[in-house]
Nanobody, 130 residues
Framework: EVQLQASGRGSAQAGGSLRLSCAAS????????IGWFRQAPGKEREGVSC????????TYAESVKGRFTISSDNAKNTVYLQMNSLKPEDTADYFC???????????????????????WGQGTLVTVSS
């Protein structure tokens, strides 16, 4: 059974940094793409960043480009999201998702779209104060 566990819940002041982790189990890491998403109160779910071990691609949303960095430790089946230069608008519930080869290819490699992913973890709350 595929399971995803997000961690790194915390608070920071504007300009600060936090790191989130997504630990996966029940899957072969090289066969999956992993994405980070966030949802703020009253807003739609937003794709933040994704990394594909299937084709080696990395993608960032324009809103976080240059501030956030996604990386993977394949031996640990873990993906990280390093968040620097945080802004109050980064406040949201963050969660990770996984897509297998069939899901990824069927979606035409739409790494930042939620419909690509068939497996979802629970969210972890990030709060950034002014």
């Amino acid at each position: 059974e595929v399971q995803l566990q997000a961690s790194g819940r915390g608070s920071a002041q504007a300009g600060g940094s936090l790191r989130l982790s997504c630990a996966a189990s029940g899957l072969r890491f090289y066969d999956y793409a992993i994405g980070w998403f966030r949802q703020a109160p009253g807003k739609e779910r937003e794709g933040v960043s994704c990394i594909s071990m299937i084709d080696g691609s990395i993608t960032y949303a324009e809103s976080v480009k240059g501030r956030f960095t996604i990386s993977s430790d394949n031996a640990k089946n873990t993906v990280y999201l390093q968040m620097n230069s945080l802004k109050p608008e980064d406040t949201a519930d963050y969660f990770c998702a996984a897509a297998d080869k069939a899901q990824y290819r069927y979606s035409d490699y739409s790494c930042l779209r939620s419909f690509t992913y068939g497996y979802w973890g629970q969210g972890t709350l990030v709060t950034v104060s002014s």
